[in-house]
C-alpha cells in the first residue's frame, strides 16, 4: 500500500469508488430494462405499422369494388334512359291489355266488394253462400291474371258445391 499513493492502489477500492460502481451496476440494469422497453414498443409499432399497411390495402380494395359497383349504376341508369327515350308513347301492344285486364279486375273486385258490403247492411244475417256465389261471379272473368285469385276461385267454387251438395 506504501508503493502506490493513497487511493490509486487498482486492487482496493475506497469506499465511493465502490458506491459508484454499484450505480453503475443499477445504471447498467435500468439500461438492460430501457433496451427491453426499446425492443417491446419497436416491435409493436412495426406490429401496427404491418396492420396499417394491410388496412390501407383493404381499403383501396374498398374503393375499387364501389368504383365498380358506381360505373356498373351508371351503365345501367344509361340502359335505362336509353329504352326510356326509345320506348312508344303510349306504350306497346301488350302494355294497352295489361291495362285493361288490370282495370277490369279491379272494377270487379270493386262491384264484388260493393255488393257485399251492401247486402250486409241491409241484412246481416244475408245468405252467405248466395254472396260467395256473387262474388264468384264478378271474380271469374279475371281468375286468370294471378295464379292466388284463380286458387282463391277453385277453392272457394269446392266449398259451394260441398255446401249445396
Known amino acids: 500500500s506504501e508503493a502506490h499513493p493513497r487511493g490509486s492502489c487498482p486492487f482496493v477500492r475506497p469506499p465511493v469508488v465502490r458506491a459508484m460502481a454499484?450505480?453503475?451496476?443499477?445504471?447498467?440494469?435500468?439500461?438492460?430494462?430501457?433496451?427491453?422497453?426499446?425492443?417491446?414498443?419497436?416491435?409493436?409499432?412495426?406490429?401496427?405499422?404491418?396492420?396499417?399497411?394491410?388496412?390501407?390495402?383493404?381499403?383501396?380494395?374498398?374503393?375499387?369494388?364501389?368504383?365498380?359497383?358506381?360505373?356498373?349504376?351508371?351503365?345501367?341508369?344509361?340502359?335505362?334512359?336509353?329504352?326510356?327515350?326509345?320506348?312508344?308513347?303510349?306504350?306497346?301492344?301488350?302494355?294497352?291489355?295489361?291495362?285493361?285486364?288490370?282495370?277490369?279486375?279491379?272494377?270487379?273486385?270493386?262491384?264484388?266488394?260493393?255488393?257485399v258490403a251492401r247486402a250486409l247492411l241491409r241484412d246481416m244475417g244475408a245468405d252467405r253462400a248466395e254472396l260467395l256465389e256473387t262474388v264468384l261471379r264478378y271474380l271469374e272473368p279475371v281468375k286468370h291474371l294471378d295464379p292466388d285469385l284463380e286458387d282463391l276461385y277453385t277453392r272457394a267454387q269446392a266449398s259451394i258445391s260441398r255446401v249445396s251438395a
Open 22 to 115: 454499484g450505480g453503475y451496476a443499477e445504471a447498467s440494469g435500468w439500461q438492460r430494462t430501457v433496451a427491453d422497453q426499446y425492443e417491446e414498443d419497436r416491435a409493436r409499432r412495426l406490429a401496427l405499422e404491418r396492420e396499417l399497411e394491410e388496412l390501407q390495402m383493404e381499403s383501396e380494395r374498398g374503393k375499387q369494388v364501389l368504383d365498380n359497383l358506381a360505373e356498373k349504376i351508371q351503365a345501367l341508369r344509361a340502359e335505362v334512359e336509353r329504352q326510356r327515350r326509345t320506348k312508344p308513347e303510349r306504350g306497346c301492344a301488350s302494355c294497352h291489355a295489361v291495362t285493361l285486364q288490370v282495370d277490369a279486375a279491379a272494377q270487379s273486385l270493386l262491384g264484388s266488394a260493393g255488393h
